[in-house]
């Protein structure tokens, strides 16, 4: 159980395009997801939470107009990533909230998406 | 700043001894206590979690918690190659949210 999917693996994209990254929880429903980016040899930054039909919070410093998310259904949130610069470029991974699980708190994450920007 | 400390490593040991990473943390009100392991180019894999004092024990992992010290360690018994990976600490933040404040990580490497 508790298996989240993240679509696509991995994505290169030209400089001023966008990107969507799409995260599904599997074989459970999700209220809250995580969006993390995560750099070379560096630990996971929080970039927003998203909550099911509201608007994500976003952590401070993370621009919200550049990195959209939609968490549409309980099962589905997406990350658009507009006018992508090489300074994008890095590994975003998003994480579900089981709220069946022992703990509130477990988070399960996705695969990951590898992005680059060129 | 609500801040998971974690010494970054590398900790090498050789197969079969037993490894001891450490974490510490800021939040006296935290309650939840998770380590993930995430190896290269992986996203992370949770591993344990504990809420209580004491240790708690799932196969060749145990974990320890000393809220009184503000303390979280992972061991690892009869380590094997296979364990080679960065070990991520994560803790909650107080007051009702549902965000992981994760520490930088120890990698680990297991030598056979």
């Known amino acids: 159980g508790a298996v989240v999917s993240q679509h696509p693996s991995r994505v290169i994209c030209k400089s001023g395009t966008s990107v969507k990254i799409e995260c599904r929880s599997l074989d459970f429903q999700a209220t809250t997801m995580f969006w993390y980016r995560q750099f070379p040899k560096q630990s996971l930054m929080l970039m927003a939470t998203?909550?099911?039909?509201?608007?994500?919070?976003?952590e401070q410093g993370v621009e919200k107009d550049k990195f959209l998310i939609n968490h549409a259904s309980l099962t589905l949130s997406t990350l658009t990533v507009t006018s992508a610069h090489p300074e994008d470029s890095s590994f975003y991974i998003c994480?579900?909230?089981?709220?069946?699980?022992?703990?509130?708190?477990?988070?399960?994450f996705g695969p990951g998406t590898r992005l680059t920007v060129t | 700043q609500k801040e998971v400390e974690q010494n970054s490593g590398p900790l090498s040991v050789p197969e079969g001894a037993i490894a001891s990473l450490n974490c510490t943390y800021s939040?006296?009100?935290?309650?939840?206590f998770f380590w993930y392991r995430q190896y290269s180019g992986k996203s992370p894999e949770l591993i344990m979690f504990?809420?209580?004092?004491g240790d708690k024990e799932d196969g060749r992992f145990t974990a320890q918690l000393n809220k009184a010290s503000q303390y979280v360690s992972l061991l690892i018994r009869d380590s094997q190659p296979s364990d080679s990976a960065t070990y991520l600490c994560?803790?909650?933040?107080?007051?009702?949210?549902?965000?992981?404040?994760f520490g930088k990580g120890t990698k680990l490497t297991v030598n056979p």
């Open positions: 994560a803790v909650n933040i107080q007051g009702g949210s549902e965000k992981l404040v």
């Open positions: 939040d006296r009100g935290s309650q939840s």
């Open positions: 504990i809420y209580s004092n």
């Open positions: 998203s909550n099911e039909g509201s608007k994500a919070t976003y």
């Open positions: 994480s579900a909230r089981d709220v069946t699980g022992y703990s509130s708190y477990e988070q399960y």
